[in-house]
């Protein structure tokens, strides 16, 4: 239980402050109607461009509110969430074209467990310059705002945000993202799996990083969870930066919060998924998560049922994690015991229980219905939607909210990403790089 504190507060005391609606931040969403021209025809080679009408409701668009603690290079304010969307037909191929600086407007007001939460960090004492964080319940804290901590210096001096980010993440940096979404999406059987970086956008311009953390335990194997591995190394709104990229590898009730989601019926669109599928919140109906058809191994289980030699070692991987009936090889290096301490990039300790690393899942193949998702992390239940991907949560017998792998789509993307895409295909033994 303990592994999780921190996102248990991130999770549930937001939530609380979600139902309870004491968000004070007013979400203004201007629809930019984009004008129907079809005026300039630009010749380049042989490619053909021109501007057409998208559905931009989904966006959080903005051009007047700007950043208190985040600067660009000249030290002004960072103009919030999405500049700019638009639509354009390239060589007959209908895209939209979203403009962003990536850096979000979330305006959190402390509730006591997120406070105790802070101060109950296994390293608080070193984390916060005075031991402890600087607010208290009921202070409003801006995106950015110092609240003690000892972050790392690498931009924050000169752009921002020191003291609001734990050690160890950078802080972020204005983005320049032109990012080009699909408006209809094809479904590809390639295994185009999502890779390190950006792998689609959040409807307020912040990126959206896949599962992984690009490090593993073994070389090319074990790799963990960004979820649970950087528990620690997330903002209040669990997200973070990497190379100045502000980004969120899992549920973040902060943008919940925006799009006033409180799951009592189906989410609205999050955020689009670089293959052009819409990524929606949490919830598929009242009170009802919609739920990931990904389980965790059970390590005590017959090798016929994924299990390794010996109940409670990592010593053998899947076959294949789509399909656990071809059972198990042995693992190139052992993972660490279940439940045994490993020490993450920012010198937190935490138990690797099952599920700490990716390959402690297995796709359950069980019959996408209803709230039911497939291994891609999403559905078309029929309600109008069309294919849409799911962020994934569970809920804890105490009713504390967790993420739940993929957490958002993924692992593989279920349609072709296209050649002027923010992402890349990657492959499912790929997963190293630097630390996102
Ligand atoms: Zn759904
Ligand atoms: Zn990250």
Redesign the pocket.
Known sequence: MKKFNILNYILSSLLVCTLAACDSSDTEETTEETTTEETTTEETTEETSTSTDVDTSAWLINNSTISTYISDDSGNGVVEDVQSVEGEIIDDVEYMVVKTTGIPKYDVTMTQDMVDALNDRPKANSDFSGGETTVSVGDEVLFGQDIGYNSSSEYCDDTGGAGYWPPG?GCPLEQDTEAYFTVEPTDTDEECATGLNTVGLMVNGTAI?NWG?GMSYGSNQWYNL?PVA?QY?VDICGG?A?NGTY?H?FYTSCLASLLEDDGDEHSPIYGFSADGYPLYGPYESDGQLAISAWEKRDYGASEAEGGCDTPGERTCVLVDEYDISQGVVAADSNGPDIGEDVTTLSSNTIAADDGYYYEDYYYSQATVTGAMLDENNGHDSGDGKGYHYHITLTEDTDGTLLPSFPYQMGPRFKAELPDNSIASCSTDDEQQGP??
């Open positions: 993440p990083f953390d960004a950087e190394d973070h990497a980004h590898h630390p996102p």
